[in-house]
Nanobody
Framework: QLQLVESGGGLVQPGGSLRLSCAVS????????IGWFRQAPGKEREGVSC????????VYADSAKGRFTISRDNARNTVYLQMNNLKPEDTAVYYC????????????????WGQGTQVTVSS
């Protein structure tokens, strides 16, 4: 059974960095495209970044461009989200999700989700 487990969240000061990990088990990671999504209190879930399994192509939300980097290590069955220059508005629960393909990096395209990891950016 496919499972996704996020880790790496925490409390960081504005301008700081975190690296989130999404460990995939049950199937080889290269079967899936992976997306990172986030949901802040009182807000809808939004896409942050997605990565394909064919050519490693990536998609970023405007809010993530230039600050976040998604990558995948198929040998380790893990996808990463490196987040730099974090801002208070990045505070949210971050989720990774998997499916066979995506077009828009939208949450409705992904069928399997992890439990989420909290990221809090505050001084």
């Amino acid at each position: 059974q496919l499972q996704l487990v996020e880790s790496g969240g925490g409390l960081v000061q504005p301008g700081g960095s975190l690296r989130l990990s999404c460990a995939v088990s049950g199937f080889p990671l290269n079967y899936f495209v992976i997306g990172w999504f986030r949901q802040a209190p009182g807000k809808e879930r939004e896409g942050v970044s997605c990565i394909s399994n064919s050519d490693g192509s990536t998609v970023y939300a405007d809010s993530a461009k230039g600050r976040f980097t998604i990558s995948r290590d198929n040998a380790r069955n893990t996808v990463y989200l490196q987040m730099n220059n974090l801002k208070p508005e990045d505070t949210a629960v971050y989720y990774c999700a998997a499916d066979r393909t995506y077009y828009y990096c939208s949450d409705y395209e992904f069928g399997k989700w992890g439990q989420g990891t909290q990221v809090t950016v505050s001084s």
